[in-house]
């Protein structure tokens, strides 16, 4: 079964950057779609981007123009670089994929990254 771990997180300023990682425990070249969530205090896990094998990527509107999800499958890894960050993106964030045949037909989450943005 995959294992995804996250790293990357910690306390930036509002505007600062940060590059998140999350680096499966096999092969991504066979797992089509890989995705990052993320979770405030309070709130529901939302997802803040997506990315295909194919390299097709969506963001939720909130990150638009400032997240960038990408992949290296010779590094089976995701990263999501994210810029200009603002308070309101402090969240623990998770990686996820869908149920497939990589995964065994089960979900897989990550343990999740803490990001912090605050002055």
């Known amino acids: 079964q995959v294992q995804l771990v996250e790293s990357g997180g910690g306390l930036v300023q509002p505007g600062g950057s940060l590059r998140l990682s999350c680096t499966a425990s096999?092969?991504?070249?066979?797992?089509?779609?890989l995705a990052w969530y993320r979770q405030a205090p309070g709130t529901q896990r939302d997802l803040v981007a997506g990315?295909?094998?194919?390299?097709?990527?969506n963001y939720a509107d909130s990150v638009k123009g400032r997240f960038t999800v990408s992949r290296n499958n010779a590094e089976n890894t995701v990263y999501l670089q994210m810029n200009d960050l603002k308070p309101e993106d402090t969240a623990v964030y998770y990686c996820?994929?869908?149920?497939?045949?990589?995964?065994?037909?089960?979900?897989?989450w990550g343990q999740g990254t803490l990001v912090t943005v605050s002055s």
């Open positions: 996820y994929t869908p149920p497939s045949y990589t995964t065994g037909y089960l979900e897989v």
């Open positions: 096999r092969s991504i070249f066979t797992i089509n779609e």
């Open positions: 990315i295909t094998s194919g390299g097709n990527t």
